[in-house]
């Protein structure tokens, strides 16, 4: 157990939809990162957030937006949703204070499927 | 534009011998590498780094080797173990960046 917790486990919605996953990052962390894993890809990246505040943005599409809450749990917002747009969904969070030293924890991710 | 490979995507060892995994990348700015373990139903878990200025870590029975001059970079498991049977992704970051590239991975089994 990362201790990084996501919710739901699971989300089947249909096109044209829009859906919110969210993310309880490790007591102490304060950055969070949102990737996307498709069907024989790596992850990507979409997302970090340090403290409350956007840190990086990766290829993450305009109808994606996430935010991080004072608590410093996340949201990943995912509108007009497309066939696409199904895959799995992870989280990470780390200390966000050590660079690239900074070890990355997963959550177990969201599946989303869109039909 | 995939900037780091792993183009092997399954790998079969029998336990005990050596899991040899391989990764290389196209982007010289990125100057630290990881590796990431996933079983099924979980998120990847981190394993082993290393920075560019060396060309060898160890942890344990993992090692990782990076040659810059060919930019490739390995994994070495030794001996492996049933329980190592898992997806690994190597990573890599340019710039003391936390933003990872990741490669699409390689499913490892180890036979009993």
């Known amino acids: 157990d990362s201790g990084v917790t996501q919710t739901p486990k699971h989300l089947i919605t249909a096109t044209g939809q829009r859906v919110t996953l969210r993310c309880s990052p490790r007591?102490?962390?304060?950055?969070v990162y949102w990737y996307q894993q498709s069907l024989d890809q790596g992850l990507q990246f979409l997302i970090q957030?340090?403290?409350?505040?956007?840190?990086a943005k990766g290829n993450i599409l305009e109808r994606f937006s996430a935010q991080q809450f004072p608590d410093l749990h996340s949201e990943l917002n995912l509108s007009s949703l497309e066939l696409g747009d199904s895959a799995l969904y992870f989280c990470?969070?780390?200390?966000?204070?050590?660079?690239?030293?900074?070890?990355?924890?997963f959550g177990p991710g969201t599946r989303l499927t869109v039909l | 534009d995939q900037q780091v490979k792993q183009n092997s995507p399954s790998l079969s060892v029998q336990e005990g011998r050596i899991s040899i995994l391989n990764c290389d990348y196209t982007?010289?700015?990125?100057?630290?590498f990881l590796w990431y373990k996933k079983y099924p139903a979980e998120g990847p878990t981190f394993l082993i780094s290393?920075?560019?200025?060396?060309d060898k870590n160890e942890d344990g029975r993992f090692t990782v080797f990076l040659n810059k001059s060919a930019k490739h970079l390995s994994l070495h498991i030794v001996p492996s173990q049933p329980g190592d049977s898992a997806v690994y992704f190597c990573?890599?970051?340019?710039?003391?960046?936390?933003?990872?590239?990741f490669g699409k991975g390689t499913k490892l089994t180890v036979n009993p």
């Open positions: 982007n010289s700015m990125f100057d630290y």
């Open positions: 990573a890599a970051s340019a710039g003391g960046s936390e933003k990872l590239v």
């Open positions: 290393i920075s560019s200025i060396k």
């Open positions: 007591s102490g962390d304060l950055s």
């Open positions: 957030y340090y403290n409350g505040e956007e840190r």
């Open positions: 990470a969070s780390s200390v966000g204070d050590r660079g690239h030293a900074d070890t990355q924890y």
